[in-house]
């Protein structure tokens, strides 16, 4: 019998905010640093170095704005053609139509929800020019795999690495010099509300070639060849700056900065905490009628738990969507992530996509339930939630 639940609600997902963020973020208000500074330029300092060093770390207001800053810094432009996975959110299709090119969604592979390179390889044209893979959920696309497609084609690699704070792939962090996809490879993180880390709204796109750099860091304000704090702090006259390209307003504030210096500090804790949820409920939900998420399978890579994705089976007692209903009822936000882009109207009109063209995606998309895991949650809160999944499915 389900019962109703008097307990408070375990929302889906929740930001993991302590005393340590707001007397950051009120300490940079005191400052009266309030857009991009000192904060801002501590935290790229900061990040690049937790990914090893030898990257560039370039703070910007969304993993969106980043990605949209990454793919123009490769040369993206009108005619272009950018291959993407249809199983991600839409900010990464929709950054290629920002520099009037076009995305080229394809299916995913149907155990790690992630690009299908042989799908992809089937994609690429003469007008190919760049890749996106999306370490979905955490779970890293394997980098040789990519390394390997990138090369083959002349492609420049951007990754969506939204999820992927902090993941590695064969020994390397995604994001770091080793795991960059050449020279000229980017990845751009998002500090969204619920994602791993969080500055409220926020991403982190991370380069190792410096012209790269510079461009983005233009494109990032205005196409102004100096920012604000830079002008500040230069020996030149601070009223001097030159305008050399029509760019963006991109840059990410200091308070924000300041919660996301807190934030990188207590990463690998946030990760154990996400790590110990996703054990709980694999070893919780074992016997059950559902596929458990795919776990890395090259050596020495991770995942990050940003997301746990559990399939229904077909021998499961209730469908997808009623799941999820029976879940609320006893008390548990679910999600489900994502609706694949060849569904999305945009999407699916502007380019003809028919469901018989992503039969992974259009399959698996019918029985995928995002569970909650955010790192601030109890044992009590993950006991709840496997109480509710057994319940439901046992
Ligand atoms: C959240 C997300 C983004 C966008 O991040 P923002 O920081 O909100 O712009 C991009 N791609 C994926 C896969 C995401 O989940």
Not at 18 to 23: D, K, M, P, Y
Not at 261 to 275: G, H, K
Not at 359 to 386: D, K, N
């Amino acid at each position: 019998m389900s019962r109703e639940s008097t307990e408070p609600f375990i929302p889906f997902a929740l930001p993991d905010i302590g005393e340590a963020e707001i007397e950051a973020v009120a300490q940079a208000m005191r400052s009266g640093w309030l857009t991009t500074g000192p904060a801002a330029a501590a935290f790229e300092k900061e990040f690049g170095d937790y990914l090893g060093g030898g990257v560039t770390a370039i703070a910007v207001n969304s993993a969106t704005s980043g990605l949209h800053l990454a793919l123009d810094a490769c040369g993206v432009g009108p005619g272009d053609e950018v291959i993407v996975p249809d199983w991600t959110f839409t900010a990464t299709a929709e950054v290629v139509r920002y520099l009037g090119a076009e995305p080229v969604i394809v299916d995913v592979d149907p155990g790690t929800l992630c690009l299908d390179y042989a799908a992809a390889e089937r994609a690429v044209t003469e007008r190919t020019k760049a890749v996106m893979p999306v370490h979905l959920a955490g779970l890293p696309v394997d980098r040789e795999a990519t390394g390997n497609f990138a090369r083959r084609h002349g492609l420049r690699v951007v990754e969506d690495a939204a999820h992927s704070f902090p993941t590695y792939s064969r020994g390397a962090l995604i994001g770091s010099a080793a795991a960059l996809a050449g020279p000229g490879g980017a990845a751009v993180f998002s500090f969204y509300a619920t994602k791993t880390m969080t500055t409220g709204e926020g991403g982190m796109v991370v380069v190792a070639d410096e012209a790269m750099a510079r461009r983005i860091r233009t494109m990032r304000l205005h196409g102004i060849s100096r920012d604000v704090f830079d002008r500040y702090r230069s020996t030149a006259p601070s009223w001097f700056y030159e305008v050399v390209e029509a760019g963006y307003k991109y840059n990410l504030t200091d308070p924000a900065a300041a919660m996301g210096r807190v934030q990188l500090r207590r990463q690998d804790e946030m990760f154990a905490a996400r790590r110990s949820l996703a054990e709980r409920y694999r070893e919780a939900f074992a016997d059950l009628p559902v596929d458990l998420p795919a776990e890395p399978t090259e050596p020495d890579s991770t995942h990050a738990w940003h997301l746990f994705i559990l399939r229904l089976r077909a021998g499961a007692p209730v469908s997808r969507d009623d799941f999820i209903a029976r879940m609320a009822q006893a008390g548990v936000g679910c999600s489900v992530h994502f609706i694949p882009l060849h569904r999305q109207p945009y999407w699916r009109d502007r380019y003809g996509l028919r469901p018989e063209e992503f039969p992974i995606a259009e399959r698996e998309f019918g029985r995928v339930v995002s569970l909650p895991i955010f790192s601030s949650m109890t044992a009590a809160q993950a006991e709840r939630v496997v109480e509710a999944v057994r319940e439901i499915l046992a």
